[in-house]
């Protein structure tokens, strides 16, 4: 049985749609308000930051992503009808993948997607399960990002931990947005980054992979955002972030240390100022009972190491249901965490630029710009 579920957001709607080597990748946003200025220049720099242009680290499939603009953009600016966007799939090789058809990679999701589908998935390059599946969110993200900017809200994600380097010092918000795409792994401190790289390196080498950590911080959100009970601000955050392939955990603020804070060392104590309340840590993460309280919002994302590695493993062979074994070749990311930041800053602003269309906050700000 399947339903679908390639859709996500309740005002501002987003549809993504596309395999790893089929014809195209692409997205269709319903909701997106009119009179947002828009041309494929806005989006664009945002598919070329996708990749980090060092061979080293990534997969040898760099392609360089087109974007066109098919509908809901009229004389420059949206026209309040669905928006959709493609790229064109152009640099496929789909020939590792015959060989190991029968043979489902352990850590991927062929043998849950072969159960689900009886056979019938599209299992070149993993199909819908890709990572190339990004590209449809990051083009979605490129139009929230417009639209949020409307109201200043800019949100950051940063590379903060790859196996076992982690980024030690907390680095400024300046620093942050200044450093953190000056290199490959996407981290804002460039010795800590040249480490993450060796790492990575020395991972590939030995035919296995790593994971990490990916932090974003989410600044001017104003207080009041998010719709309990089950629209949540951090509820809906994360259930747009675990839509990222290699995604296993997400926690916000103090996130799983809550567990050993006692409620006095837990609890932010607010605080007024000039009329406004903020509070004095913010351990919360900028959410209180699925609200936003106008902190930053802090979350941290855990991404698993990469599945396919060349390092001997065993599966089972699908077509005789014997035990085999499967070393995985073709073009395959290390590590995912760098290529996984534009998609995590895309899926964060997706989601907030619905819930901020839901509060009426982003109309007001276009309807007041065209009056
Ligand atoms: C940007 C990105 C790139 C990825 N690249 C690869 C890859 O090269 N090889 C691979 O086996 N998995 C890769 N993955 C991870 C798989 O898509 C993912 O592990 C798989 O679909 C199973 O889903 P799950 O890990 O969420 O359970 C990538 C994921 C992302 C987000």
């Not at 949206?78 to 352990?106: F, H, Q, W």
């Not at 567990?259 to 006095?264: F, H, I, N, P, V």
């Not at 060392?265 to 009329?275: C, L, P, S, T």
């Given at each position: ?60 499939r760099i392609e360089k992503d087109i974007v066109k603009i098919l509908s809901g953009v009229f004389n420059g600016f949206t026209t309040g009808a ?153 509820a809906d955050l994360a259930k747009a972030l675990f839509a990222i392939p290699a995604v296993k955990g997400v926690e916000f603020g103090a996130g ?116």
């Amino acid at each position: 049985m399947w339903l679908a579920g390639n859709s996500i957001g309740k005002e501002f709607t987003v549809t993504s749609f596309g395999e790893s080597h089929g014809k195209i990748i692409g997205v269709i946003i319903d909701g997106c308000p009119a009179g947002l200025q828009l041309s494929e220049a806005d989006i664009q720099p945002e598919l070329d930051n996708r990749i980090p242009r060092q061979p080293k680290i990534v997969s040898a499939r760099i392609e360089k992503d087109i974007v066109k603009i098919l509908s809901g953009v009229f004389n420059g600016f949206t026209t309040g009808a669905p928006i959709c966007m493609i790229v064109e799939n152009k640099e496929a090789d789909s020939s590792e993948y015959d060989a190991i058809r029968n043979l489902p990679r352990p850590g991927h999701a062929d043998y849950t997607s072969w159960k689900k589908y009886g056979g019938f998935g599209d299992f070149r390059g993993g199909g819908r399960f890709s990572g190339r599946a990004t590209v449809a969110l990051v083009m979605a993200g490129a139009v929230a990002k417009k639209l949020l900017r409307k109201y200043d809200v800019d949100v950051l994600a940063y590379t903060s931990s790859i196996g076992k380097v982690k980024l030690e010092r907390q680095k400024t918000y300046e620093e942050t947005n200044k450093n953190r795409f000056e290199n490959a792994v996407r981290c804002p401190d460039t010795s800590c980054a040249g480490e993450m790289e060796t790492a990575i390196i020395e991972a590939r080498k030995q035919g296995d992979s790593l994971g990490g950590i990916i932090e974003v911080l989410i600044m001017n959100v104003p207080p009041g955002v998010g719709e309990p009970l089950f629209d949540g601000l951090d509820a809906d955050l994360a259930k747009a972030l675990f839509a990222i392939p290699a995604v296993k955990g997400v926690e916000f603020g103090a996130g799983f240390k809550v567990a050993e804070l006692k409620g006095s060392e837990n609890n932010d104590d607010f605080r007024g100022h000039e009329g406004e309340i903020s509070t004095l840590s913010n351990n919360a993460g900028g959410v209180l009972g699925g609200i936003s309280t106008g902190m930053p919002i802090i979350a941290r994302i855990a991404i698993k190491p990469t599945p396919s590695i060349a390092k001997k493993q065993r599966t089972v062979n699908l077509a005789t249901m014997e035990d085999a074994s499967i070393s995985v070749k073709g073009r395959h990311d290390p590590c995912i965490v760098p290529k996984a930041v534009p998609a995590v800053e895309s899926v964060v602003a997706i989601t907030l630029a619905d819930h901020m269309i839901r509060t009426g906050l982003i109309q007001r700000v276009l309807e007041k710009e065209h009056e």
